[in-house]
């Protein structure tokens, strides 16, 4: 099932974020809501879909630390980042 984009259409909001939730890295489920960013706990590689790419994207040896990644996915292959939240 697609991740709700409650951003469709409109630029992501600019203010504080409104919700979170932790991120179970999975190659066969998107989130259920986009993120507007993504927190990372534990320092590692991240794999993604962007919510406007069909291709996921890897981003190696990242510190940990707050991304302002709007994604629909985070793969758990390729990913060995951890303590991941989606902010919203």
Do not use: H, K
């Not at 489920?29 to 790419?53: I, P, W």
């Not at 291709?55 to 990242?62: I, K, Y």
Request: hydrophobic share 45%.
């Amino acid at each position: 099932m697609p991740a709700e984009n409650p951003y469709y259409g409109n630029e992501v909001p600019a203010g504080p974020a409104t919700s979170a939730a932790v991120v179970t890295p999975s190659d066969n489920a998107d989130l259920s809501r986009v993120s507007r960013s993504l927190y990372v706990g534990t320092a590692g590689d991240l794999r993604v879909t962007f919510v406007d790419d069909a291709q996921p994207v890897p981003f190696v040896g990242l510190a940990a630390g707050l991304y302002p990644f709007a994604v629909a996915r985070v793969w758990s292959t390729g990913t060995t980042a951890s303590n991941i939240v989606a902010v919203r």
